[in-house]
């Protein structure tokens, strides 16, 4: 029996596209009896906005939100740039990537090359693979937290 409600904070900026993937693919696997949070946690509005569309339950906006919710969440989703900071074309703050990083949720990070960081895979392939397997992940955390 799950205790408390599971915090799944997904963190995105530059229009919350890749959010709004996970979001759609976690939504659509996920038991609905789960006492599930998903927060949409965009670096800027339309990133937040995008990812609420997708059917995250509840979103914030901004270096702030994203520091303050990093230290509430059981998982934290995003690409891997949100642990670099600068990334992501300056609006991870390093604020915001330390918050990520010193967190102690499960990091779910998904590979995908921008704003000059890159990761060593034995494998490529298309983003909705990496999100399938993020999903994934976040199901099997999911039933441990259980």
Known sequence: MIKKDILIAVVDGQGGGIGRQYIESLTKQLPKDLPVII???????????????????????????????????????????IV?????LGELSPKMANAVGQSDALRILIPFDSCNTRIAM???????QFIDKAVQMTIQRIKELS
């Open 84 to 88: 670099v900071p600068d990334s992501i």
């Open 39 to 81: 927060r949409a946690l965009g670096t800027n509005s339309a990133a937040t906005s995008n990812m609420m569309r997708a059917g995250a339950t509840d979103g914030a906006t901004g270096e702030n939100a994203i520091v303050k919710n990093a230290g509430r969440a059981d998982i934290i989703v995003g690409v891997v740039a």
């Open 122 to 128: 034995l494998s490529n392939g298309p983003l909705q």
